[in-house]
């Protein structure tokens, strides 16, 4: 009985000695001290020894046990200590490693220049709203004086989604809205994306961005318009620029003019950037048309009002000296962060 006690204790402690995973300990656990473990098994043996030996061999037995239970215990605790090293070590922290450097976005050409524009404007009392870029027809043409078979639905390629309904081609649309609301004096701008389905070049794109303006109150006249305009021009490009009006037409006006400020960058003598006018256009403007004013229920005899168009785009690439209007919409981090 002792021989074997013994061979089972040095089995159990060779075992021990080369268990090298927590789940194998358990294993050897199981072996020898599981209920149908081999010392186990001893134990139940326990009825066959003589009477007056079996203090003596229990004694032995517990010996054994315990020998193996503080091996297992010794074992164990080295596994966890070793598993804890590696985990350290797997997470250790250089300290002096160089941070990574955190990219922040920044601010769009076109977002700058937009809140350049709305700070002018708002200075001037104006306020910012917005209209949808999903239209119906009547908003962005039969209410502003373009019926259909109109040449200028033509002029401006537009993306139907059914025969109503459209991608806004102008912020004009917004117009509508305003004074649709019947809440008279108006002072407004609204910048939005429009769409157009232009091929992409240097100068188009088929959705590009535009600042409505409009201004409706009681004797609101040409001289308005033209001092308003000329504000907005020497605050946007400094205090020296000229500005000239030239004839146009627009359906929503009457009359309507295209503003164009004196080259900034020559300073009107004439220069590649001015392709050599020493003049600029930026903008399309006039006073609005008596009918449209009809259409939105606001009485002409009573009310007159101006209204203008800058292309967004148009004014960032001025302001910037960007030379190609696809550089806008690529997002590339190197070109934004000139700005
Ligand atoms: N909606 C015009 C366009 O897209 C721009 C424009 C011209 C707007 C004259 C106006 C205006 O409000 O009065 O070409």
């Not at 060779?14 to 656990?29: F, P």
């Not at 620029?241 to 960058?265: G, I, L, N, W, Y």
């Amino acid at each position: 009985m002792k021989e074997r006690l013994e061979s089972i204790k040095e089995a159990a402690l060779n075992k021990l000695n080369s268990a090298d995973t927590l789940d194998k300990l358990n294993e050897i656990r199981v072996e020898f001290l599981g209920k149908k473990g081999q010392l186990t098994e001893v134990l139940k043996g326990m009825k066959d020894v003589a009477a007056e030996e079996r203090p003596k061999v229990g004694a032995m037995v517990n010996e054994a046990r315990e020998t193996i239970e503080a091996k297992l215990d010794d074992v164990k605790k080295a596994l966890e200590s070793a598993a804890r090293n590696l985990k350290l070590k797997s997470e250790v922290i250089d300290v002096t490693l160089p941070a990574k450097k955190n990219t922040v976005g920044h601010p769009h050409p076109n977002n700058v220049a937009l809140a350049e524009l709305e700070d002018i404007f708002v200075g001037m009392g104006y306020e910012v709203v917005e209209g949808p870029e999903v239209e119906f027809d009547y908003y962005n043409f039969e209410a502003l004086n373009i019926p259909a078979n109109h040449p200028a639905k033509d002029e401006q390629d537009t993306f139907y989604i059914t025969k109503d309904i459209l991608l806004r081609t102008q912020t004009s649309s917004t117009q509508v809205h305003e004074m649709e609301k019947g809440k008279l004096p108006i002072r407004m701008i609204a910048p939005g994306r429009v769409f157009r389905s232009d091929e992409v070049d240097a100068t188009h794109s088929p959705s590009f961005h535009q600042v409505e303006g409009l201004v409706i109150d009681k004797n609101v006249t040409f001289a308005d318009l033209k001092g308003t305009l000329a504000v907005f021009a020497r605050k946007l490009f400094g205090e020296e620029t000229k500005v000239k009006f030239r004839p146009h037409h627009f359906p929503f006006t009457e009359p309507s003019a295209e503003m164009d400020v004196s080259c900034f960058k020559c300073g009107g003598k004439g220069c590649r950037f001015c392709k050599d006018s020493g003049w600029i256009e930026i903008l399309g403007c006039g006073m609005v048309h008596p009918h449209v004013l009809e259409m939105s229920h606001i009485d002409p005899n009573e009310y007159t009002g101006f209204a203008f168009g800058i292309g967004l785009e148009r004014i960032a690439i001025l302001k910037y000296e960007i030379d190609d209007m696809r550089l806008l919409y690529e997002n590339d981090a190197r070109f934004l962060n000139q700005f």
